[in-house]
T-cell receptor
Framework: GQNIDQPTEMTATEGAIVQINCTYQ??????LFWYQQHAGEAPTFLSY????GLEEKGRFSSFLSRSKGYSYLLLKELQMKDSASYLC?????????FGAGTTVTVRA | DVKVTQSSRYLVKRTGEKVFLECVQD?????MFWYRQDPGLGLRLIYF???????EKGDIPEGYSVSREKKERFSLILESASTNQTSMYLC???????????????FGPGTRLTVL
């Protein structure tokens, strides 16, 4: 079975840093994806980790520890447009299993 | 730029009706997927297809069927719609390049289906 957990909601101030944690227990693992989804829109790809460690992409970074079944997405220098849901997804072959998503609200 | 389109953004149907949701991608992707998204449950995989005329059940296939007659088009069918199928339906496609596992899924804009 697949079990992917992430917090339901987080709130932060513009310019701050927020870290969204994701823990997983899955029957197979080929990598971990993070997607961003604005209200009423399609999810869009943010990052992918297959090896342990940190992947940095501008203001966004993602970390993976396979031995701990743990990942986080770090959003730096938060902007109002970062208010969205962030979805953690584990890849097994070409299928993805998703967490329920974390809604991040950025306040001025 | 990958483009995945879905036939309708909003759809209202009555219980017992047959419903067709269409998805088209323009990137010659082999793999296509149908999900439903519900608050608190996230995206759940209904069916996927790894090639033309090939399909496999996802995690919640009951009450649904699919059709893939052409590579670019993947249809989701609700044989007899029920109120518990009211949801947001998202289609996705994925290519299989040399490093196929890392190919991300690209999503369509979604169809919000209401069954009365």
């Amino acid at each position: 079975g697949q079990n992917i957990d992430q917090p339901t909601e987080m709130t932060a101030t513009e310019g701050a840093i927020v870290q969204i944690n994701c823990t997983y227990q899955t029957s197979g693992f080929n990598g971990l994806f993070w997607y961003q989804q604005h209200a009423g829109e399609a999810p869009t790809f943010l990052s992918y980790n297959v090896l342990d460690g940190l992947e940095e992409k501008g203001r966004f970074s993602s970390f993976l520890s396979r031995s701990k079944g743990y990942s986080y997405l770090l959003l730096k220098e938060l902007q109002m447009k970062d208010s969205a849901s962030y979805l953690c997804a584990v890849s097994n072959d070409y299928k993805l299993s998703f967490g329920a998503g974390t809604t991040v609200t950025v306040r001025a | 730029d990958v483009k995945v389109t879905q036939s309708s953004r909003y759809l209202v149907k009555r219980t017992g009706e047959k419903v067709f949701l269409e998805c088209v991608q323009d990137m010659d992707h082999e793999n296509m997927f149908w999900y439903r998204q519900d608050p608190g449950l996230g995206l759940r995989l209904i069916y996927f297809s790894y090639d033309v005329k090939m399909k496999e059940k996802g995690d919640i296939p009951e009450g649904y069927s699919v059709s893939r007659e052409k590579k670019e088009r993947f249809s989701l069918i609700l044989e007899s719609a029920s109120t518990n199928q009211t949801s947001m339906y998202l289609c996705a496609s994925r290519g299989t390049s040399g490093d196929s596992i890392t190919d991300t899924q690209y999503f369509g804009p979604g169809t919000r289906l209401t069954v009365l």
